[in-house]
């Protein structure tokens, strides 16, 4: 049974989001799910069908502050004080090095950094005045170093990774905990794109279900997945550069 106070969701239209509203719902959850189009978030109740929670569409553009601050007012206002926000929007777009443009690295940090940027700060103050919370960041294992066609994607994630760190630091002893949020290759709609072998790719109502269990159950600063891509990056990351490059141009071949 989920733990009482409600659960927000950003990206909850589809992939890793839509799968952990189900998976809370299921869990008996009141659950508020925000994403750009209405229509995705309609469907997601007859998904979890016959679970104990409660849904809530909250649509709104992520990268719209005001829009962001009128959808936590009204969660806050209509349904009840935010316990978890996990901060999920975000896209990728491959960059290739030899196609380099501004605007891709613009578009992503747009998407993928600013929407929870908005998030954070229309969440935070009710909690920190509550000394209650959780907020969890949606950041990606390509944040741990650079990858092939990945300069502005992995940016975007290595920035989330840098600030989910420092809030963690900052929001010490408030009562706000923070948490990061580091997958690997989970089969959604944005990996089906993907045209290139993808490493211990999971599910993704496996990656929900430990995503739930983490968020829930856990107390650790990041919840990583799968463990043996998460692992091997780790490891890659502490080697010098003149081991790095080779190693990763082997296992991204």
Do not use: C
């Not at 106070?5 to 998976?23: D, E, F, K, N, Q």
């Not at 508020?32 to 849904?55: M, N, Q, W, Y």
């Not at 940016?155 to 900052?170: V, Y």
Request: glycine residues 10%.
């Amino acid at each position: 049974m989920s733990a009482p106070g409600i659960v927000w969701i950003t990206g909850a239209g589809s992939g890793i989001g839509r799968a952990l509203a189900v998976r809370y719902l299921r869990a008996g959850a009141i659950v508020a799910g925000t994403s750009r189009r209405v229509d995705t978030l309609d469907s997601i109740p007859g998904e979890a069908r016959g679970a104990g929670g409660k849904f809530h569409a909250m649509p709104a553009d992520m990268t719209d502050p005001a829009a962001v601050q009128d959808v936590v007012t009204r969660i806050e206002g209509e349904i009840g004080p935010i316990r978890l926000a996990v901060f999920n929007a975000g896209t990728h777009i491959p960059s290739p090095g030899k196609a380099f443009k501004a605007g891709t690295v613009r578009a992503l940090l747009d998407s993928n950094v600013m929407t929870v940027a908005n998030g954070l700060e229309a969440v935070l103050p009710a909690m920190l005045a509550r000394h209650s919370g959780q907020v969890a960041i949606n950041a990606s294992l390509a944040g741990y170093g650079g990858l092939p066609l990945a300069s502005a994607y992995g940016a975007s994630k290595a920035a989330l990774i840098n600030m989910a760190e420092s809030l963690r630091l900052d929001l010490e002893n408030s009562g706000v905990a923070v948490r990061l949020i580091s997958p690997g290759f989970i089969k959604t709609p944005l990996t089906d794109r993907n045209t290139f072998p993808m490493p211990f790719l999971m599910p993704v109502e496996e990656a929900a279900e430990r995503l739930w269990r983490g968020l829930d159950f856990e107390r650790g600063f990041e919840i990583a997945f799968p463990w043996q891509f998460a692992m091997i990056l780790k490891i890659l990351r502490l080697l010098p550069y003149a081991a790095y490059f080779p190693l990763v141009r082997r296992f991204t071949r």
